[in-house]
Every structure is written in structure tokens, then in C-alpha cells.
């Protein structure tokens, strides 16, 4: 999917993953990531045909566009199919460094998501302690590669998927991992 940085417009990378939870207690989902369609559409519709339209929890590992849109957030959270009345947000790198970055940034595309959830009144955390924990029903996840020790070398890693040297810091390492 194309994105500030990727000029090749046939990668179709991206992520998009639906934890359900099936017990008495805590029938809902969880997602991660909202993958690289031209919308949200394919998401909603999918949480819609489960046994809850509930969504507990929302994950963004980064702000490529093969993973979420400032469009596919708000086209989510104004759907009348899922209910969002309860999700809560889990942002990537609370300790990023924007000014460090060479050519394209994706601070204002992070803002604008950060403006929405609140105009949504919609609770995030923007995680910034590595190894933070949080329980989805049962399952606990934890989150890394989230603190400024973290990203190192990243700033000046300047290649691209393919090996090829670009003009741009990789903004792909600084992706945050949900394990």
C-alpha cells in the first residue's frame, strides 16, 4: 500500500488481526492494526458477524498506511455496526522522537489520530514502558520496542525492504510489537 515514504505502489504489506474472546464474561475483540484495504469496511463488516460487535480494545502497532488511516479510525469508530462504547486504544512509542527523523515524519498523522480518539471520547494509552502489560479477556499481551532505548540506531537506518538506500529514516523499525 502506498504510504509517505513507499513509492512502490504494489507492496501490499499491512496487518490486520481480531482477537475474539468466546467466554461469559468477556465476549468481545480485540484489534490489531487495521490493514492495508482502502478502508475499513472489510473489518467492520467482519467484527459485525461475530457472536459480539463489542470492540474492548484497539492495538496500532505504527501509523503506515498499510496498518491505519486517520479515515479508517474514524470511519470505525462512526459505525453503527460495531460498538466501540468501551474501546480503549493502545498507541505505539510515547518516546519517539520526531525531530530525529530524516525526511518523512508521521507525527501529524499520529496527532490526528490522538485528536480523534479524544473528539470520539475515546480513551488510549501511548505506550511508553517496555514490557507494559494488559489483559485482553484472558489473554495477556505485552508490548515492545516502545521506549527511546529502544530505537538506537532507527533514526539513521535509511533503507528500505528491499535493501535500497532511500532518503528517508525506516520508519518500519519503529513499529511496536504485541506479543
Known amino acids: 500500500s502506498d504510504n509517505a515514504a513507499n513509492t512502490v505502489a504494489n507492496k501490499w504489506f499491512g496487518n490486520c488481526c481480531v482477537l475474539t474472546m468466546l467466554g461469559d464474561d468477556n ?15 472489510v473489518l467492520i463488516n467482519y467484527i459485525a458477524s461475530q457472536k459480539s460487535n463489542k470492540v474492548y480494545g484497539v492495538v496500532i502497532s505504527h501509523y503506515h498506511d498499510d496498518h491505519v488511516t486517520l479515515a479508517k479510525v474514524n470511519q470505525f469508530l462512526n459505525s453503527s455496526l460495531i460498538d466501540t462504547s468501551d474501546c480503549h486504544f493502545y498507541l505505539p512509542h510515547g518516546e519517539i522522537d520526531w525531530s530525529s527523523f530524516t525526511g518523512v515524519t508521521y507525527q501529524s498523522i499520529e496527532t490526528a489520530i490522538i485528536n480523534s480518539l479524544e473528539a470520539h471520547n475515546i480513551n488510549y494509552t501511548q505506550i511508553n514502558v517496555e514490557g507494559y502489560s494488559q489483559y485482553f479477556g484472558d489473554a495477556e499481551v505485552t508490548f515492545h520496542n516502545v521506549t527511546a532505548d529502544k530505537f538506537g540506531d532507527y533514526y539513521d537506518y535509511m533503507y528500505d525492504e528491499d535493501m535500497g538506500l532511500t532518503e528517508n529514516t525506516n520508519y518500519n523499525n519503529f513499529s511496536m510489537i504485541s506479543k
Open 27 to 41: 465476549l468481545g475483540n480485540y484489534v490489531f492494526d487495521f490493514g492495508n484495504g482502502r478502508d475499513a469496511s
